[in-house]
């Protein structure tokens, strides 16, 4: 499992990513003429690799820290645990248990996966709650508590509760504590920010919450005040995923040529959906004042334009505020294109991440994971990850992003050591295998094995 | 009468048993956007809280070499912009405190002072507030004992930094004593006094922990 599995890059299917192409691009360095190849993306998924086992992590984690994860977990043998979401694929938190589960399944801690079933009227529901649990307009009207409790209901008949853990994660499913019974350990995962929830569905789903033994954030500043202990698992990624584990040089450069990235010359990127909330615009104005004294590339690279409406006006607008300057390279991507992704981040000279609001912004976890000198904005979960100065560079306008990545460019060193302590810092508290001690640590406490 | 090993030195009779410690974070009530809020929450967090933002914050930034002595001296100079009491915090040892009580105490004192000094910070206020969290601590043990120095150093070389945290800086709270495990074995067991001292004077504020583990390995590979 450590050694990189390289992705074959497909033809370009008509119609399949809507890349953005510059067949003649000029080379402002230069001053010639170079042509870009059309980009070839896949339009249709690769199979998924399958899931690491806990020695392939020793490469990067250490024998010692391996050894230490394994008795941790020791006096939780044969324990068993049950996640419950509500999708199976899709999204981070099905991506995170997709590791996570056969990880802790591997230290002896049995553990099951289940997914909540509901129709539309109830999936309506509970995205509704998402985005009122954020802060939006919500009416929880008598009809959408009947939907939720009655499909809670459907869900509680449909499984059963015998493990000596149950963690729900999310709000979808946390109707289910009325099934606690025994001796039986309740947790609740909740992976959005509750830091200004609209009161009428938190007003809901409180009483639900304070039943469960524990809850765990991914932020403190993403809690709320409860009865319960609540425990701080920040979100993490997994170093041998496509998006994160070690590329062959030979891929990465195969997929720069491929994007038309020049690797002779500077490379900015950016990896986030076309999003407003992502300032890709803001980042696009940052190159504009820094080209002045640096060269360098700007890659916009992402997803969203194809699935999401406003997705493509950001998309357009992006493209509109580029002209036609072929150093700006916009890459509307699919979101299988981990691999790509991967390469993107390995290939750039800096990363940015200048969102205007944030959740806690894995994609700066990903590139600080890959040692590269980091600007981002100070929101969200942000500043957890960037220490200014130390693991990264916080920035809070679009000059401030400009003049860090004149500085950054021109004194390489200081960004080869943010670089270094930057992959420390994800080494030590954002990993899948911190992750999964995090979770053992909690179930020996919760039932006080390792009190 | 006793072996001696290569360096001369009588194995000691007591081993020494390499541990490991695994925290986990837990979110406490207490927050602070200004000093006021400060100044309470230090005086009424729990014990894990104090232990979490000093201790702990060496060991959560542990490749970090300058400037990051502890979360409330963060805080101070980053999110509060009171650079003053952010040096003020950042000058405390936290080797110097042998119980959580009397680190509190002198949390509060250099809080407390810097007020009076400093009317005008009255007005400061952070929008990132300070959450103040608080780590339970799981002891581990690891597969690594010594009862000669060459076993020692082989042990300290492969061992996890949690675990020279665990022996070389939590261990002044757990033996409420000045110094650390490695120094007490070292002088007790091996009649290393010298040495022990030595270690206790390897400045962990203005190295990295792999940079102690390097300062102690030097230290020791003299030896004989």
Known sequence: ?451 | MPSTTSTGLTPARTPFEFKSAAPLLFIEREQASNLEELLQALQTCPDGSIFQHTFRTLEEHHFIKEGFSNDFAHWAYTDLREVGLGERLTGLDVREFTSIAKLRERLIQIVEEFRAATPSAEESTSKTPFYFCSSKITVLPTEHSATTLAEFIDGLKQVSLHSIHYHFIEARLRRELETNDFSIWLRRDLGLEQEAKRLNQIDIYTSTLEGVRRKILQTLQKVG
């Open chain 1, 1 to 451: 499992m450590t050694d990189p599995v390289h992705s074959k890059i497909e033809p370009l299917q008509a119609g399949s990513a809507g890349v953005r192409v510059d067949e003649n691009a000029k080379d402002t360095a230069s001053g010639q003429v170079r042509t870009r190849r059309k980009p070839q993306i896949s339009d249709t998924p690769p199979a998924p690799p399958p899931a690491p086992t806990l020695a392939d992590y020793e490469p990067i984690i250490g024998k010692s820290q391996l050894d230490e994860l394994r008795f941790v977990a020791r006096p939780l043998q044969g324990k068993r645990v049950k996640m419950v979401n509500s999708t199976a694929m899709g999204g981070g938190v099905a991506e995170m248990l997709n590791r996570l589960v056969p990880l802790l399944d591997e230290l002896g801690v049995k553990t099951s996966w289940e997914v909540i079933t509901g129709g539309n009227d109830f999936f309506e529901v509970t995205k509704g709650f998402h985005n009122a649990l954020h802060g939006a307009d919500f009416a929880l009207t008598p009809v959408g508590r009947e939907v939720f409790l009655r499909n809670t209901e459907q869900n509680r008949k449909r499984m059963s509760f015998d493990e000596d853990f149950v963690v729900i994660h999310d709000p979808q499913p946390a109707g289910l504590i009325a099934s606690k019974s025994g001796s039986s350990r309740w947790v609740w995962r909740c992976h959005i920010d509750l830091s200004h929830p609209n009161p009428d569905v938190w007003g809901f789903l409180q009483p639900m919450v304070d039943k469960y033994d524990a809850a765990v954030f991914s932020s403190p500043a993403f809690a709320r005040r409860l009865a319960i202990p609540q425990a701080l698992f920040y979100p993490c990624i997994d170093p041998l995923s496509d998006k994160n584990k070690d590329l062959d040089e030979s891929y990465i450069q195969s997929v720069c040529d491929n994007f038309g990235v020049d690797r002779q010359r500077p490379i900015v990127t950016q990896i986030s959906r076309f999003d407003r909330l992502k300032d890709p615009l803001g980042v696009i104005q940052a190159y504009k004042m820094a080209k002045k004294y640096v060269d360098f590339q700007l890659v916009l690279a992402g997803g969203g334009a194809t699935d999401d409406p406003e997705g493509a006006v950001v998309l357009r607008e992006v493209n509109e505020a580029a002209g036609e300057d072929p150093d700006i390279i916009i890459l509307d991507l699919p979101p299988w294109c981990a691999l790509e992704i991967n390469a993107l981040q390995r290939a750039s000279t800096i990363v940015v991440q200048k969102s205007l609001k944030e959740g806690f912004g894995l994609t700066v976890t990903e590139a600080l994971w890959k040692a590269k000198p980091t600007i981002a904005s100070s929101v969200g979960g942000i500043p957890t990850q960037v220490i200014d100065k130390h693991t990264g560079a916080l920035v809070h306008s679009v000059e401030g992003c400009a003049y860090q990545i004149r500085y950054l460019l021109t004194h390489p060193e200081f960004g080869t050591q943010l670089g270094k302590n930057g992959r420390e810092h994800v080494k030590e508290n954002f990993l899948m295998t911190t992750n999964a001690r995090r979770w053992v640590l909690l179930f020996g406490i919760l039932s006080g094995a390792t009190a």
